[in-house]
């Protein structure tokens, strides 16, 4: 091997070095906040949807409590459930 790649070899190891520090390390720090963000708005939207699941689910329970209640007077049922739901 001839003696003048050995310092060739070592300066070109340290420029890669100062370029990974100075572009790779900064690019790489961006992305993971990048997919920080990306996932806490992610996870907003799925409180939300469970939050909305949760609400369909109680009405869904309500009808059918309506529903399958023969015995009762299904109008005043009704409104007694929009009167609670106005409180």
């Avoid at 100062?18 to 708005?41: C, D, T, Y």
């Avoid at 015995?71 to 005043?76: K, N, T, V, Y």
């Amino acid at each position: 091997m001839d003696p003048i790649l050995i310092p060739i070899f070592g300066i070109a190891c340290g420029m890669v070095a100062i370029i990974g520090g100075v572009f790779v390390r900064p690019w790489l720090k961006l992305k993971e906040r990048q997919l920080e963000l990306e996932a806490k708005m992610v996870a907003e939207k799925a409180a939300q949807y469970a939050s909305h699941t949760e609400r369909l689910e109680e009405r869904v329970r309500v009808l059918e409590r309506i529903v399958t209640d023969k015995g009762a007077d299904l109008a005043q049922q009704i409104e007694q459930l929009r009167d609670d739901r106005a409180k």
